[in-house]
């Protein structure tokens, strides 16, 4: 239905920033709310950041309130996640997801389409 493609991960020092990209395909983005999860190792993956159809909602997970921000571009079929004041524990693989609808989910399993990954790395 929709390809997912996530970039923008790498290493970085606690208290940096990066920004993720997910790149999606299709002519069909408009129809989906996209998300933002991650999973570290020995770890649940779990809800990071979520936005709606058209920008008009958008949540969070508590540990990143304040330090994430999502956006999406329907014009460029491109949804990103800014990340400042990154610490160790954002270290993990992220993921965007894509779901059929205005709403979005928390829970992973509300997702129908999931990217690769790309991996964030916090060094402290």
């Known amino acids: 239905q929709v390809q997912l493609v996530e970039s923008g991960g790498g290493l970085v020092q606690a208290g940096g920033s990066l920004r993720l990209s997910c790149a999606a395909s299709?002519?069909?983005?408009?129809?989906?709310?996209m998300g933002w999860f991650r999973q570290a190792p020995g770890k649940e993956r779990e809800f990071v950041a979520a936005i709606s159809r058209s920008s008009a909602f958008t949540g969070y997970a508590d540990s990143v309130k304040g330090r994430f921000t999502i956006s999406r571009d329907n014009a460029k079929n491109t949804v990103y996640l800014q990340m400042n004041s990154l610490k160790p524990e954002d270290t993990a693989v992220y993921y965007c997801?894509?779901?059929?609808?205005?709403?979005?989910?928390?829970?992973?399993?509300?997702?129908?389409?999931w990217g690769q990954g790309t991996q964030v790395t916090v060094s402290s």
């Open positions: 299709g002519r069909t983005f408009n129809n989906y709310a």
């Open positions: 997801a894509a779901r059929v609808g205005s709403a979005y989910r928390t829970a992973a399993a509300g997702y129908d389409n």
